[in-house]
């Protein structure tokens, strides 16, 4: 395409205003869908915006969806745009290597979610929450999203890290995944090595993980033990050109998995559980679906619990209200065609599930809660391929989707067959201030446990 072909094309609208250089950044850290929707409905499916310093654009629409997700890497790369990544998972790891390599480090990912791995995992799972929910008492108030983020860590450690790790595992495990999570936001996009008190607590965070974890690699390989676990996994695996992993790669590997993991799974383990409970309607189907398939046993199998399609849709419901993820990003590395739009290399491209999720063209009554649009007979996320995106879309597809629905089936499946529930609050928003959109804290739910009766 020659230089004179290119200046004829249409570049996509822009949003007027906004702040010199800083652009909308102050609005989209504040309530970025409002933004983002009011573009949308302003322009339609492709429109640009300012955000400190850089031009962002907003694909919007199966079809714009799909565009983006099937673009190759040297024009939409993920590894540039997520470059705030690296002092968490480490050097050489991920968004800091080759495509090829990265290909290669998420191939180490399959073997741990095979068939007979997640079959243990469903038993690791409910173990840990059984254990977890017995330390409620017999009633209560707990805060659900604080909840869900110590269980799915304890869940996350006991089946990447391994049982050694869990058994062993201490508040400062807790403080330094929190840690972690402090070096993402904003800010961290745009200058992720700034000298800032809450950077500097995540590089010596992230340095601590490899002095935990390392004690664990040396001792399993002394001993020949072996796990059924993800650092099993790791610690066999060899690169193509017969490379082992070193321990600091295994650790970031593991924080990889883990981040994209435990803290998705938490945030859409307390979406779900704060919807059905604001739409009580829902939950006597739930209740027989689980007698059905269970009955008074304690035991969840992989088998029955891919049985539970009833709940299974309240979580793809709730997946579609409030993913976890609400903007995915690729940075614009070659001019990119849409719909006889150019969007310039040098630029960000970005399509975001929340306000997908939302189009009345694809979902019906989209602002209802609805867990009934995934029936077979409705099927409203099939009409179109890339309509429903909070795990990606096409070979960007989160790997680890169906290790979350697990989870969130297995803590849901142990909480309604316990406890009496109900919301302690009329309201709860989302909290727009971390990267992983949850519900806005305190979130309160009251429980009180039944016993001999739903278990």
């Not at 949003?15 to 302003?42: S, T, V």
């Not at 390989?221 to 099993?232: H, I, S, V």
């Not at 979902?363 to 007979?377: A, C, L, Q, S, V």
């Not at 989160?398 to 009496?420: H, M, N, S």
Request: glycine letters at 8%; one cysteine or more.
């Amino acid at each position: 395409m020659t230089t004179s072909t290119i200046s004829e094309k249409k570049t996509p609208p822009m949003m007027p205003g906004g702040l010199p250089y800083l652009g909308y950044a102050l609005e989209l850290q504040r309530n970025p869908i409002n933004f983002l929707q009011r573009g949308q409905e302003k322009f339609g499916e492709i429109f640009s915006f300012l955000l400190a310093g850089s031009q962002v654009t907003l694909l919007t629409g199966p079809k714009a969806n799909e565009a983006f997700f099937r673009a190759p890497d040297d024009q939409l790369s993920q590894k540039e745009a997520y470059q705030f990544m690296v002092p968490i998972f480490g050097k050489g790891i991920a968004y800091d290597t080759t495509p090829d390599r990265m290909s290669e480090q998420l191939g180490f990912v399959f073997p741990a979610l095979r068939e007979e791995r997640m079959q243990a995992y469903a038993g690791f799972m409910a173990t840990e929450a059984k254990a977890y929910f017995e330390t409620w008492g017999e009633s209560g108030e707990v805060d659900l999203l604080a909840a869900m983020n110590e269980l799915t860590v304890f869940i996350a450690s006991r089946c990447l890290i391994g049982h050694e790790f869990r058994q062993h595992l201490t508040t400062e495990f807790s403080q330094l995944y929190h840690d972690l999570e402090g070096g993402i936001n904003l800010l961290a996009f745009f200058q992720p090595y700034l000298p800032l008190p809450s950077f500097r607590r995540r590089d010596k965070a992230r340095v601590r993980m490899v002095e935990l974890i390392s004690p664990i690699i040396a001792n399993r390989r002394a001993e020949g033990n072996e796990g059924e676990d993800f650092l099993q996994a790791l610690m066999t695996a060899r690169y193509a050109d017969g490379t082992a992993l070193s321990e600091d790669n295994i650790t970031g590997l593991l924080l990889t998995l883990l981040f994209a993991g435990q803290h998705t799974s938490a945030v859409l383990a307390a979406w779900t559980g704060i919807l059905l409970l604001q739409h009580p309607q829902y939950l006597p189907g739930i209740m027989a679906e689980q007698q059905a398939v269970f009955g008074p046993r304690e035991t969840f199998s992989l088998e029955g619990l891919r049985q539970l399609v009833v709940l299974e849709r309240s979580i793809k419901e709730a997946e579609r209200l409030r993913p976890p993820l609400i903007m995915l990003i690729r940075k614009i590395l070659r001019d990119f065609e849409y719909n006889g739009y150019q969007v310039r290399a040098g630029g960000l491209a970005m399509v975001s599930p929340a306000v997908c999720h939302r189009l009345p063209d694809c979902f019906h009554f989209p602002n209802r809660y609805d867990p009934d649009r995934f029936t077979p007979e409705r099927a409203e996320d099939r009409k179109a391929p890339y309509t429903l995106i909070g795990f990606g879309g096409g070979r960007h597809r989160c790997i680890g989707q169906a290790f979350a629905y697990q989870q969130v089936k297995v803590i849901w499946t142990v909480l309604l067959r316990q406890f009496e529930l109900e919301l302690v609050h009329q309201n709860y928003e989302p909290d727009y201030s971390t990267f992983v959109v949850g519900p806005r804290q305190p979130c309160l739910i009251r429980y009180r446990r039944v016993r001999n009766v739903r278990v």
